[in-house]
């Protein structure tokens, strides 16, 4: 976010920035869901019930979890980080793990309620063996996963299940981006609800319908009693989600071709990239919308420095490495949601930049 502000900053002088760093979608929200929000600010501008309006979690149950769940089974929030900060502050234990590269907010978070965090290399070869070693009371996934859009695969879920429950830990597993899977896919974690009371599933509609700002996710759990604490603590820290974003969204059922079009065009950025760059072929993404990618093989050791000096003297945004852990200081996050025209152009930018930088 802090790049994205340079960026939009330099944008707001005049400058010509190609913007590779967000994670947002560069469509507009469909039209379905902004009538129906329009349609809410005229009928639904009040209060809310402090778990989410009714019909929507049934239709999250029904449409998005194939009944595997139910409506009470779901606590809608304002956004998945809410969701997060909610079971990270009520579950018990203090240990959190996290396999890395991850999303910087999980480390964050787990500060933030005063658990210690502890990350996990995934990108070492005996990294399940090292988390079955690990003591933890919590761990966090993410599939397809930011930075790398890594998804894992059902045997490796199945392990990761197993480990958590020698454990006795706590699952949280996000699939904020599980709409966009490509070659490689796998199912929702929600196939091991009814086996593990500990597992709770983060999600919304953010990303894939568009709606980043509409700040509406939701969290998904057959843990009853902790639910049940979340919607207390929800109902004292932010009353309830927003109603108006609860009844834009009742409408996503219908838009599932819309969404359908993200995904390919997604996809079809995805090996836009990889035209560009046959370099970063051999860490194309399995689904998300974001490369991450080393630089050292271009002779860069420190992202942090290049990404600062590619945004101010080459007008390209990018994400360092360090924000997805300690061991990537020569990695780059680079997100492919945008337009593909302008896609390209950041691209050949970045290519410029990399060749004059190492000479």
Known sequence: MSVTRDSQRMKKNGI???????????????LK????????????????????????RSLIATHWYDKKVTNEDICLTPGVKQGIYYLLSLLPGKRVCVLE??????????????????????YKPQWLETLRKTPFDILIICTPNNPDGYIFSSEEQELIFKIASEKNAALIVDE????????????????????YPSLFLIDGFSKAYAMTGFRLGFIATKNSELLSQ?????????????TIAQYAAIRFPEVQDEVAQFVMQYE?????????????????????????VDLQPFGIEQSLAFSHKLLNEFH??????DAYGEPFH??????FSIDPVELTKGLERLRSALQKIVR
């Open 176 to 195: 904020i981006y599980g709409k966009f899977q490509y070659e490689k896919s796998a199912s929702s974690f929600v196939t091991y609800m009814d086996k």
């Open 330 to 335: 020569s990695w780059i996050r680079i997100s």
């Open 16 to 30: 010509d920035v190609c913007t590779l760093s967000i994670g947002d979608t560069h469509f507009t929200t469909p």
């Open 230 to 242: 979340c919607v207390t603590m929800q109902e004292h820290i932010a009353t309830c989600p927003s």
């Open 33 to 56: 869901i902004q009538e129906s929000a329009k349609n809410a600010c005229s009928a639904h501008t009040h209060y809310g019930n402090a778990q989410g309006l009714e019909e929507l």
């Open 101 to 122: 590269p991850a999303w910087l907010g999980y480390q964050a978070i787990t500060q933030l309620v005063g658990k210690d965090f502890i990350p996990i290399n995934r």
């Open 268 to 292: 079809e950025n995805r090996n836009l990239v990889a035209d560009v760059f046959p370099e970063f072929a051999a860490q194309k993404p399995d689904g998300g919308f974001y490369y991450f």
């Open 316 to 321: 390209v945004a990018v994400v360092p490495g």
